[in-house]
């Protein structure tokens, strides 16, 4: 991802922390609120037993009826041993307790066995109570204790007037396993949550931006004087605008394409057509030199011919993007028609040709490819020696890569000419005539190496030229 969709995550990321610290802070206030809302109810239900009681012995005093309501039930619950398996926590006695004091807020009876006779008139719980409000408090059962308890009361009535209160206690301690539960659990989601977040974004980033990459790839190629095709995009509106921005980019091309060329073709017939006209004249003046001028005449014919059609090949290959792909292609029958048709210069100039390695299939360009080994064959030719040998071999780079190696006998290349010898138009000078060639060969063989997805390579050895040609084979 590039720095806006980092900042993006990044701004995601803390915006979903604040969210899930936020859930996490209210997780114990809310088990709280359920604890003490439960707790409500069952105060309600033991104070109604306590008033059951005062009503069907008025005459016996308060403590006897809380003894007979609670008392001796509440003793032997907190006695009982059980195994309670409530989630992943084990609860195995009872830690709730009460206490129940009179009109004036002093204990009349606690569970505990510790706050009998203590007046509790000044704690919410009891103070709220008696004055017909909703008595709950929060405090610590003793000292040394970590967590607080909550505190719940209920009025006790008795002939329409509040004659006592009854407080449940519950401590927080006890609660806190459930809270840690729901904390990891919630962990554990949000974590899922995020992960899963996270995948749906990367892969919505990729498909949204995926196109974008690829336009922008494909320009980029463009710019690098590279010849792309328009990649596959699926998003209509983003493939239209590729489709624009490609026929806008070629007709740019295509202008400073043929401006190109025309340059280059009246620089190259410049010459040869001068000599030509510059013949013409001279066989005006002195008839009797008519053969050594019309010699002249058709050479520099020949060579205007041999610029333009070699113009015409190269342009015809610069201006294709996808080629023709034949399949199942034998490299030993295309090195063989394009030996035939070299044959007669070989013998011409006693070089004798000599093919071997094994028979290779390819996929390529067939034309493409007979044109480029017909090239590399004619440089080679033009280069060695007479009575010497051009040497061809094929065969494959750990079955990976078919090449074709020719060596030819010559002068070799100068040091300065082997960074130019794919140059446009850069030639040098045959060893037996002098005379230089249109300077497109090599760089058309350049040409269809980078539209196979090939490479080409040409140096010296101890003898003369080897040049090497490889094409990548498919699995």
Not at 172 to 193: C, H, N, Q, R
Request: aromatic share 10%.
């Amino acid at each position: 991802m590039d720095s806006d969709h980092h900042r993006f995550f990044f701004a995601f990321s803390i915006g979903f922390y604040y969210l899930v610290d936020k859930i996490e802070e209210s997780i114990r206030p809310r088990y709280m609120e359920t604890v003490e809302e439960s707790m409500n109810d069952t105060v309600y239900v033991l104070a109604s037993l306590i008033e059951q009681e005062l009503l069907k012995h008025p005459e016996a005093n308060f403590e006897s009826n809380i003894n007979r309501a609670l008392g001796g039930s509440f003793k032997k619950a907190k006695e009982k041993n059980f195994n309670a398996k409530i989630y992943n926590h084990t609860k195995r006695k009872i830690d709730l307790e009460f206490y129940v004091t009179d009109a004036k807020g002093i204990v009349l009876y606690d569970s505990a066995e510790k706050r009998v006779g203590e007046d509790y008139s000044r704690y919410n719980d009891v103070f709220l109570t008696l004055k017909g409000k909703y008595g709950v408090r929060s405090s610590k059962l003793g000292a040394s204790d970590s967590e607080s308890a909550i505190f719940i009361a209920a009025p006790i009535y008795f002939k329409g007037k509040i004659t006592g209160v009854l407080t449940i206690v519950k401590p927080k301690g006890s609660i806190l396993p459930f809270i840690d539960f729901a904390k990891e659990k919630f962990y554990k989601t949000s974590l899922l949550v995020a992960v899963f977040i996270s995948l749906v974004f990367c892969i919505a980033v990729y498909f949204i931006f995926s196109p974008i990459r690829k336009l922008s790839g494909y320009v980029a190629a463009l710019r690098s004087k590279k010849r792309p095709s328009l990649p596959k995009i699926g998003v209509p509106e983003i493939r239209e605008l590729g489709e624009q921005m490609d026929q806008l980019v070629r007709e740019i091309a295509g202008k400073e394409y043929v401006e190109n060329y025309i340059q280059v073709l009246t620089h190259e017939i410049k010459s040869p057509l001068s000599s030509i006209l510059a013949s013409v004249e001279l066989l005006a003046e002195d008839p009797k030199r008519l053969k050594p001028l019309l010699q002249n005449v058709q050479l520099e014919s020949k060579r205007i011919q041999t610029v333009i059609e070699k113009l015409l090949e190269l342009s015809a290959l610069e201006n294709v993007s996808n080629l023709e792909i034949q399949t199942g292609l034998n490299t030993k029958e295309l090195l063989k028609e394009v030996l035939g048709s070299l044959t007669p210069e070989a013998d011409r100039k006693k070089i004798k040709l000599n093919l071997s390695g094994p028979d290779v299939f390819i996929d390529g360009n067939r034309f493409f490819l007979i044109t480029t080994f017909r090239n590399l064959l004619q440089n080679a030719l033009d280069f060695s020696y007479a009575n010497t040998e051009v040497r061809i071999n094929t065969g494959l780079l750990q079955d990976k890569e078919w090449f074709i190696e020719i060596k030819n006998e010559g002068p070799g290349i100068p040091d300065y000419a082997l960074e130019r010898i794919f140059e446009r138009f850069y030639s040098l000078p045959r060893p037996d005539t002098g005379r230089k060639s249109s300077g497109l060969g090599l760089t058309f063989v350049q040409e269809v190496a980078e539209l196979h997805s090939g490479r080409v390579e040409i140096n010296n050895w101890e003898k003369g030229v080897i040049s090497l040609f490889f094409l990548p084979i498919k699995p």
